[in-house]
Nanobody
Framework: QLQLVESGGGLVQPGGSLRLSCVASRGTLDYYAVAWFRQAPGKEREGVST????????DYADSVKGRFTISRDNARNTVYLEMDSLRREDTAVYYC???????????????WGQGIQVTVSS
C-alpha cells in the first residue's frame, strides 16, 4: 500500500515561487506514475502535471506550462512541483496522486495525498 504526504505549501506573493513535495511515507514511489492536481474554491478539480515512473516523461496543463516543473528524486522517495511566476489564480489546494500508469493517474488514481494549501496574494 502506498501512502503519500504533501508539504511545502503556504502563502506567497504574485510573481513568487514555491516548491511542493510529495513523499511516499510507505511504499516505493519510483515504481509509479505521479500527478499533481489542484482545486480552487468554487472550481472543478484540475490536473496540473504528471511524471511517469522512475525517470519518465513529464506533461503540464496549458495553464501552468512554462511556469511549473515536475521532477522526482528517487533516492528521497519524493516527487516535486516547482512553481514559478505564481499568479493569484494559482491559489488552490494541491494534491499529489499516484498510479501504475500515466492513463490511470490522470483518470482514477488509487492513491492520494491529503492536500496542501497554496495561496498567492499580496
Amino acid at each position: 500500500q502506498l501512502q503519500l504526504v504533501e508539504s511545502g505549501g503556504g502563502l506567497v506573493q504574485p510573481g513568487g515561487s514555491l516548491r511542493l513535495s510529495c513523499v511516499a511515507s510507505r511504499g516505493t514511489l519510483d515504481y509509479y506514475a505521479v500527478a499533481w492536481f489542484r482545486q480552487a474554491p468554487g472550481k472543478e478539480r484540475e490536473g496540473v502535471s504528471t511524471i511517469n515512473s522512475s525517470a519518465g516523461a513529464t506533461d503540464y496543463a496549458d495553464s501552468v506550462k512554462g511556469r511549473f516543473t515536475i521532477s522526482r528524486d528517487n533516492a528521497r522517495n519524493t516527487v516535486y512541483l516547482e512553481m514559478d511566476s505564481l499568479r493569484r489564480e494559482d491559489t488552490a489546494v494541491y494534491y499529489c496522486a499516484a498510479a501504475n500508469t500515466i492513463v490511470e493517474v490522470t483518470t482514477t488514481p488509487p492513491w492520494w495525498g491529503q492536500g496542501i494549501q497554496v495561496t498567492v496574494s499580496s
